[in-house]
């Protein structure tokens, strides 16, 4: 596909963002920061610049080259592109570009994606104070962004999953794999159909709730605003595939629909629901 022409558009999930960096590498290992472009069409690097440094008013600026990130696609930044593809031999050379990148401090830092005019894009601010008590001092474990479409969030990253290798460069990361894991032990969570849902809601008319919509990788892609009504529900049981159309685009096959409940008293109730869009 040919690049999005010169210019970023700055809404959530409408530009590359920051998805993965590994600030402290093993002793062999590599510092790297990944981008993803979660459009649906190639973008241009060329109008972003990467600010890495220890803080706001102490960083490095790096300009891209003239290369477009395809539709969904990742590339990771790195120092050394051939000691990454050693240690991560799932990755191809197309996924990972050899660059000037500035050093990453190990315990804390920032990170930005901004514009030709200095206006910050997206950002990171890391710090191992953050991570689990028994990770602060592990090397090798990249943070990950869980959610594509929440810039700037310093919450929205986690630690890479033990079970991913602490480390996921090029492929979904492992937050969005375990998705559903983020509900085990929080209140009331069952996987239901929709109709059964919208009953359960319009049972509970003063119930508000929100819902995110994942493809079959564990990929975010498109959520509500927080407490609203059932209108889009509603409208998804009547006409299922002009909503999902309208929702997921091109894509086809199962997805996850993930409903959070807010009820007027007591914690937060979660449903799923599984969507099947067949090919037509």
């Excluded at 999005?4 to 959530?12: H, S, T």
């Excluded at 592990?138 to 959610?147: L, N, P, S, T, Y």
């Excluded at 998705?179 to 085990?184: I, L, P, V």
Aim: proline fraction near 6%.
């Amino acid at each position: 596909d040919e690049p999005q022409a010169q210019g970023i558009d700055p809404r959530p999930g409408q530009h590359i963002i920051l998805s993965e960096v590994m600030s402290a590498p093993k002793t062999d290992g590599c510092e790297y920061i990944e981008l993803y472009n979660p459009t649906e069409e190639a973008l241009s690097l060329q109008p972003y610049r990467l600010a890495v440094g220890k803080d706001v008013d102490s960083f490095k600026l790096f300009a891209f080259p003239d290369q477009s990130l395809g539709s969904k696609a990742f590339l990771v930044l790195t120092k050394d592109a051939q000691q990454l593809l050693r240690l991560y031999p799932q990755l191809s050379s197309e996924e990972v570009l050899e660059v000037a990148l500035p050093r990453l401090l190990n315990k804390a830092g920032v990170i930005g994606l901004i514009d030709e005019d200095g206006k910050t894009i997206d950002s990171f601010s890391y710090d191992v104070s953050r991570l689990p008590k028994g990770q602060r001092s592990k090397r090798g474990v990249a943070w990950e962004r869980k959610d594509v479409l929440l810039d700037g969030e310093d919450k929205n990253w986690l630690p890479a999953r033990a079970k991913a290798g602490y480390a996921t460069p090029a492929r979904p990361n492992s937050c969005w794999l375990d998705s559903s894991e983020d509900d085990e032990g929080r209140g009331d969570s069952k996987t239901t159909t929709l109709g059964a849902l919208l009953q359960e809601l319009a049972t509970h008319p003063d119930y508000r709730h929100s819902w995110r919509l994942y493809d079959l990788s564990g990929y975010l892609i498109t959520q509500s605003e927080k407490r609203i009504t059932t209108d889009l529900l509603n409208e998804l049981s009547a006409h299922p595939f002009d909503v999902l159309v309208r929702l997921v685009g091109a894509r086809r096959g199962l997805f996850l629909l993930r409903v959070q409940i807010f009820p007027a008293e007591g914690d937060a109730i979660f449903r799923s629901v599984k969507l099947f869009f067949p090919q037509q």
